[in-house]
Every structure is written in C-alpha cells, then in structure tokens.
C-alpha cells in the first residue's frame, strides 16, 4: 500500500521544538520532492518547506532560521525540525511528495499531524 505518513505532532510550550517525520511506505521517496505544508483553522493550506530529490532546501520566508527540513533516504523519510515555536505555529502539518518526468506526475499526501503551540 502506497501511503506517506506523518509523525511527531503535539502540544508544545510556546518556545519549544519538535520534530516532524513523514515516512514512506509501498514506495521510494529517493527521486521525489518533498513538502512540508500547513493549514491552520480557517486558513489556507500553506507552503512551510520542502527538499529536492537532491538535497536542496526551500523554506517560507516568515520561518527562515526556525524550520529546518532534511532528508534520510536509507530511512525513506523526511524530517522537519521546528525551533522557537510561537502559537501561530499551530496548524495542521502535512506532507507531499512529487516526482514528474516528460510522461508521467506521481503525487501523494499524508493525512496529517496536529502540532498545537500553546502554555
């Protein structure tokens, strides 16, 4: 079964750090790129990060310095490191993965994880 899914969400202290994976199953996420969304309540979904099949990194300019997106294709997964979080940093965190080449476009979403930034 093909599906990514996310990990790592919760409740943090304004201040605080977490980690989110997004792990791959039932396919490989070597010559995809990544992206770290988010939708806050009432809020569009929103561009946070992403990474090329090749390491290179992206990040909205509002969270350039706090986020920091990385990669472990030995462990199929993609990570997202969140610093100094604030409570607008409260959202719904999702990521996508893309491959497109002259022929064919694969696309798959996971289905979510909820971090809450709050005291």
């Known amino acids: 079964q093909v599906q990514l899914v996310e990990s790592g969400g919760g409740l943090v202290q304004p201040g605080g750090s977490l980690r989110l994976s997004c792990t791959a199953s039932?396919?490989?996420?070597?010559?995809?790129?990544i992206g770290w969304f988010r939708q806050a309540p009432g809020k569009e979904r929103e561009l946070v990060a992403a990474?090329?099949?090749?390491?290179?990194?992206n990040y909205a300019d509002s969270l350039k310095g706090r986020f920091t997106i990385s990669r472990d294709n030995t462990k199929n997964t993609v990570y997202l490191q969140m610093n100094a979080l604030k409570p607008e940093d409260t959202a719904v965190y999702y990521c996508?993965?893309?491959?497109?080449?002259?022929?064919?476009?694969?696309?798959?979403w996971g289905q979510g994880t909820l971090v809450t930034v709050s005291s």
């Open positions: 996508k993965a893309v491959v497109a080449g002259i022929y064919n476009y694969f696309e798959h």
């Open positions: 039932g396919f490989t996420l070597d010559y995809y790129n």
């Open positions: 990474i090329t099949s090749g390491g290179t990194t």
